[in-house]
Structure formats: structure tokens, C-alpha cells
């Protein structure tokens, strides 16, 4: 009986994770990918669906052998969505490097704090999130518009002569997009950082090896699963970005959440926006699968 609720709690395990894939995973991205070969309609919602569940099984395989890419087609002649998918691979990579470089300091910090402070080290990191995301982006326009909290400290201490223009450009969102997901970026590197053993610096410093080095051949290589974690979560969320590039970003800010939001609200192409969701949605496919790769070696190397 032992054995029997054993072997049906490790299945348990292994399914739980899939039904939740299905539901809010693959089954959302069925629908969106059947409204991308859907053609566009005045109706409610704005679209002629390319099959309907209500079709007998003749009607939807007829209306499966006719699907249309056409959507598809379309983004890949129009240069525009291209350029935003470019433009925001390209911003959120370098957000992730600033993030990286600003969080991996703090993280090691924390690391190598008493431990009777870590805990609220740790709660002062994650203290922003007691706030809304909303009013934390709104916090920083008032911060950066020309007349702005940032440009009248300046000016006071006499290190500029006018106000910096710094909202509405992409210094303003490489801003909002480091400050919002550092949090995203410190904590799985202070987890990594956290686990390592200190003995192995000390063995590095006393065979020869200056700090710089030390770090470099021991810290660094050890606290790589929490850097590459880090990078997942604030790179994937970051090319999909609305908020923060609409706020902060001005109209020469190309990203392709805007882009999307634009096609869906704006224009009401519910097939075209759906199939730049689609796209969107293979391409953040490519670092997961990278960083599941770096996992099972990580792991394999562990074992």
C-alpha cells in the first residue's frame, strides 16, 4: 500500500506541472495562433475564425486544408514589425546587461553579509513590489521629465547649465526596465551566491590567486546558473514590454508590445495582432530552451 501511494504521488508530481502547461499555456496559445489564420470581419470580436468548435468534423477539416498564412505574410513584408521585433530583442538585451551589472554587486553584497541582516537585505529588495508597477513608472516621469526632481538636483549642485532631456527617449525606458526588474535579477543570483562555499575562495587566495582572479575562475563560474536565471527573467519579459516604453518611451521608441497593442486596440486587426503574439512567442521560446540546456548541464555536471 506503501509503494501503491508512493507510485501515485510521483505521478501526482510529474502531472500537475503539465495539466498547468495545458490550461494557461498551450491551450491560450491555440486560441491565438486559430484567430492569426482567422481574416478580419466587422463583427464582435472583429474576426471570421478560421474554424469554430460548433462546425461538423467535414466543415472544420475543409476549413483546416484551406488555413491561410496570409497574416504571416503580411508581418514579413511590412518592414515596421521586423524593425520592432529587432528593436526590442535589442533593448531588452541591453537592459538585461545594465540589470546584470547593477544587480550582480548587490547580490554579492548580500551574500557576503552577516547573516542576522540578510533577511532584511532580502525584504528591502523586494520591498518595490508592495507598490503598483503603475504608480512606480508614473514615479519615475516625474523624476525625469525636464523639470523633474533628477534635472532640479543638478542644476542646484551646478553640474548642468540647462535640464537634461532624458524622458521620452530610450535612456528613459533602459531606466524603467532596470529599475522594475532588478528585484527579478538580484534574487536568483543571491541564491546562487548565497550556496557557495567560502573555503573555496580561501583555498584560491592561499595557492597564489589575487581576489580579481579568485573571482573571475571561482565566484563567477559558480554563481553562472543564478546570472543565466536572471537573464531569463528579466530579458523574456522585457522584449514584450508595454508599460514602461509607452510611458517613458516617446514615439521614435519602437518596441513590439506597442507595436501589438497598436494592431489590437487601435486598428482592431485581431489576426494580424495574433500573429505578432505568435511570432513573439516562438522567439522568447529560444532563450527558454537555452536556459533549459544550461540547467540539465549544470545539473549533470553536479551529479
Not at 507598490?131 to 525636464?146: D, E, G, H, N
Amino acid at each position: 500500500m506503501g509503494k501503491l501511494g508512493s507510485s501515485v504521488y510521483n505521478r501526482l508530481v510529474i502531472i500537475i506541472p503539465y495539466v498547468w502547461l495545458l490550461l494557461f499555456f498551450l491551450a491560450p496559445f491555440f486560441i491565438v495562433f486559430r484567430i492569426s489564420l482567422s481574416s478580419t470581419a466587422i463583427a464582435m470580436p472583429p474576426y471570421d475564425p478560421a474554424f469554430s468548435f460548433a462546425d461538423s468534423w467535414a466543415d472544420t477539416w475543409e476549413k483546416i486544408a484551406s488555413f491561410s498564412f496570409d497574416n504571416y505574410h503580411y508581418l514579413i513584408d511590412d518592414p515596421l514589425y521586423f524593425n520592432a521585433y529587432l528593436s526590442s530583442v535589442i533593448i531588452a538585451g541591453i537592459s538585461t546587461l545594465l540589470t546584470l551589472l547593477i544587480a550582480y554587486p548587490v547580490a554579492y553584497g548580500m551574500a557576503n553579509a552577516p547573516r542576522s541582516i540578510r533577511p532584511t537585505l532580502l525584504m528591502l529588495v523586494i520591498l518595490p513590489f508592495w507598490t503598483s508597477f503603475l504608480i512606480r513608472v508614473y514615479a519615475w516621469i516625474a523624476i525625469l521629465k525636464p523639470e523633474g526632481l533628477l534635472n532640479q538636483l543638478l542644476l542646484s549642485l551646478n553640474i548642468i547649465d540647462s535640464p537634461l532631456i532624458i524622458l521620452n527617449t530610450n535612456i528613459a525606458v533602459y531606466i524603467g526596465i532596470v529599475y522594475s526588474y532588478l528585484p527579478f535579477m538580484v534574487l536568483p543570483l543571491y541564491s546562487s551566491l548565497e550556496k557557495m562555499d567560502g573555503t573555496l575562495i580561501e583555498a584560491a587566495q592561499d595557492l597564489g590567486c589575487p581576489p580579481i582572479t579568485a573571482f573571475w575562475r571561482v565566484t563567477f563560474p559558480l554563481s553562472l546558473p543564478g546570472v543565466v536565471a536572471g537573464c531569463m527573467l528579466v530579458f523574456i519579459p522585457a522584449v514584450g514590454e508595454f508599460v514602461i516604453p509607452d510611458l517613458l518611451g516617446g514615439s521614435q521608441t519602437l518596441m513590439i508590445g506597442k507595436t501589438l497593442w497598436n494592431e489590437f486596440n487601435s486598428n482592431r486587426d485581431w489576426p494580424v495582432s495574433s500573429a505578432v503574439a505568435t511570432i513573439l512567442l516562438l522567439i522568447l521560446v529560444i532563450p527558454i530552451v537555452f536556459f533549459q540546456n544550461v540547467q540539465a548541464k549544470a545539473d549533470e555536471q553536479g551529479k
